[in-house]
């Protein structure tokens, strides 16, 4: 059995149009709160937080609404179009109230701005889970690790492309200086890559046909089915796996914690204890991201050779350790070194080995039916760390000290571990390969 990579590639591509989205709605969205309409740190903060907030519910709603969705496109098909479909149109809206206001202030259009940007979020949140989970509903369960890597590469290359071409839009000579800003372009770009994207997705990818054959597939396979029907066609999951999903979630939650810590303060933690600018910051951050591309597709062969957990387990000991060394590092040197960017390269490669494989640990605790739903629990998870966590870290830093940053994130890693050695399930069968096929795999 082995990953159809073609069809895989553009299964991302929905995963790749989100990611250039998000990529834009970082780096754009708070210049014009600050820079255009002049709102303070907290307002704009609020504002940037409000759609992990919404994620919380919206991602778990609408991947249970997709698995109950039947048309003649599929489940998850019609949550991708119209999501982005409405995507496309409110996001263009922004810049114009954006110019608008810039020409003649007023608070009405504050207003139809900040309601515009909530009803993109809510856009953008109908179709996450639908999206992601479109890839385990057409993989084979043991599969789904080599799958979710490829997933994460068009992730990334989505946010690459939307840095190339901000670069080219808006280098700093064209822009320095002025006093105003006009993005409209970028939205118009940015929307244009989206559709491209999907369309491709629509065209090339036929939902059900692939869903019906990996289902078939799937029944010749019982053993791949942790969870029980309760004779009404309802999923039910036994005891034990239900506790290892309980500490799978926990886990997710914990190592989101301690990564998402240094994510949101690295910056601002650099500049307090080496006296870096954003320069330095933002290339360790560069240099942890090419780490991780470089290491999804390795990771995901690997997990198919000594499972997910391991995988995963071994992540978590190099991250614990990585963040460690960054706080001894950044207690002796001076300035950021060479040194300290292998560190964050080996950061990457260990946030890769466990962000690959925990969505699929999630889904394959379940039916088929109901990935939408565990794509779902993941995200919940995971989002809810995002929350807390920048509160938390900042109020510690604050009151304790800056140093205390990557110790946090140590022992919110630390802890992670600990709950994933209670994790029985969600891993493939790793079968040593005989005869020929072991030799068509060393060809591979």
Request: charged share 15%; proline share 4%.
């Given at each position: ?16 149009s ?5 990529q834009?709605y ?12 002049h ?14 907030v919404?994620?919380?519910f ?5 991947g ?5 969705v ?15 479909g ?36 809510i ?42 071409v901000?670069?080219?839009m808006?280098?700093?000579?064209k ?7 006009d993005?409209q ?45 309760d ?5 039910k999951?036994?005891?034990d ?27 601002t933690?650099v ?17 942890a ?5 470089l ?15 391991k ?6 000991i ?29 950061l ?12 699929p640990?999630?889904?394959e ?8 739903k565990?794509?779902?629990?993941y ?5 809810a ?7 938390l870290?900042?109020?510690l ?20 571990f600990?709950?994933?050695t ?13 005869g020929?096929?072991a ?6």
């Amino acid at each position: 059995m082995k990953l159809n990579y073609l069809r895989t590639f553009t299964v991302g591509l929905a995963f790749l149009s989100i990611s250039a989205f998000w990529q834009m709605y970082d780096n754009v969205i708070p210049l014009i709160l600050t820079n255009t309409f002049h709102l303070n740190e907290t307002y704009s903060g609020a504002i940037m937080a409000a759609d992990n907030v919404l994620a919380l519910f919206l991602l778990p709603l609408f991947g249970s609404l997709s698995d109950k969705v039947e048309t003649k496109i599929g489940k998850r098909m019609p949550f991708i179009l119209f999501g982005t479909g409405m995507a496309i149109i409110l996001m263009n809206i922004l810049p114009i109230l954006d110019n608008s206001y810039y020409k003649e202030p007023n608070s009405f259009k504050v207003v139809s701005f900040v309601i515009v940007l909530g009803l993109l979020l809510i856009a953008m949140g109908t179709y996450r889970s639908p999206a992601v989970a479109m890839m385990p509903d057409v993989t084979p369960k043991p599969l789904r690790s080599k799958a979710n890597a490829v997933i994460n590469l068009m992730g990334a290359i989505g946010g690459i492309i939307y840095l190339a071409v901000a670069a080219f839009m808006y280098p700093n000579s064209k822009i320095a200086g002025l006093e105003h800003v006009d993005y409209q372009i970028l939205f118009i770009t940015v929307s244009a890559i989206m559709f491209v994207a999907v369309g491709l997705l629509f065209l090339f990818v036929k939902e059900p046909k692939l869903v019906a054959e990996n289902k078939a597939l799937e029944e010749q396979h019982p053993e791949w089915n942790l969870a029980e029907d309760d004779g009404s066609g309802n999923e039910k999951l036994p005891a034990d796996v239900k506790r290892s999903l309980g500490f799978l979630l926990a886990s997710i939650a914990l190592w989101f914690t301690g990564y998402n810590a240094v994510t949101t303060w690295f910056t601002t933690y650099v500049s307090v204890i080496m006296g870096e600018g954003l320069g330095g910051a933002s290339t360790c951050m560069l240099v942890a991201t090419a780490g991780a591309i470089l290491s999804y597709i390795p990771i995901g062969n690997l997990a198919s050779k000594i499972g997910r957990r391991k995988t995963i387990m071994g992540g978590i000991i190099l991250l614990a350790s990585m963040f460690f060394m960054d706080f001894i590092m950044t207690m002796i040197f001076k300035s950021i070194n060479p040194i300290m960017f292998v560190n964050f390269a080996l950061l990457g490669l260990a946030w890769a080995a466990i962000n690959v494989n925990s969505l699929p640990m999630v889904v394959e605790m379940c039916k088929g039916s109901d990935v939408g739903k565990f794509t779902g629990y993941y995200y919940t998870a995971s989002m809810a760390a995002q929350i807390v966590t920048p509160i938390l870290a900042g109020t510690l830093m604050r009151l304790i000290s800056y140093k205390i940053l990557f110790i946090y994130a140590t022992f919110f890693t630390i802890l992670s571990f600990v709950t994933m050695t209670q994790v029985r399930h969600g891993d493939q069968k790793v079968e040593a390969k005989k005869g020929l096929e072991a030799f068509e795999d060393m060809a591979d």
